[in-house]
């Protein structure tokens, strides 16, 4: 099992970036997939999650209408379209696997298979 995530990078607040989530030795549509991301000092917090069965796509309140995540089975990879980024996005973001409940897809120990992480960071 392995998570790839990329396509991070530099961009001025008010940018975009989509971010990818490569997955190998499992078939994506099994798994729910979650993005995470750690700032330096803080704690890892969950950005966004989509379910293996239904597709269904959940946020947090502070990506909430800038963030998108989506899933093409067929390329086994989930994307994070990010637009209208801001500097307190700046962060590492992680790719993770799992089939948590729905009201805990924030919560990093429902995910068992993590990727290596890349780095955004979002400039004023």
């Known amino acids: 099992v392995q998570l790839q995530a990329f396509g991070g990078g530099l961009v001025q607040a008010g940018g975009s970036l989509r971010l990818s989530c490569a997955a190998s030795g499992f078939r994506l549509g099994d798994y729910g997939i979650g993005w995470f991301r750690q700032a330096p000092g803080k704690e890892r917090e969950g950005v966004s999650y989509i379910r293996s069965s239904s597709g269904a796509q959940y946020y947090a309140d502070s990506v909430k209408g800038r963030f998108t995540i989506s899933r093409d089975n067929a390329k086994n990879t989930v994307y994070l379209q990010m637009n209208s980024l801001k500097p307190e996005d700046t962060a590492t973001y992680y790719c993770?696997?799992?089939?948590?409940?729905?009201?805990?897809?924030?919560?990093?120990?429902?995910?068992?298979?993590w990727g290596q992480g890349t780095q955004v960071t979002v400039s004023s």
């Open positions: 993770a696997r799992g089939r948590p409940v729905q009201s805990a897809w924030f919560t990093s120990g429902m995910y068992g298979h």
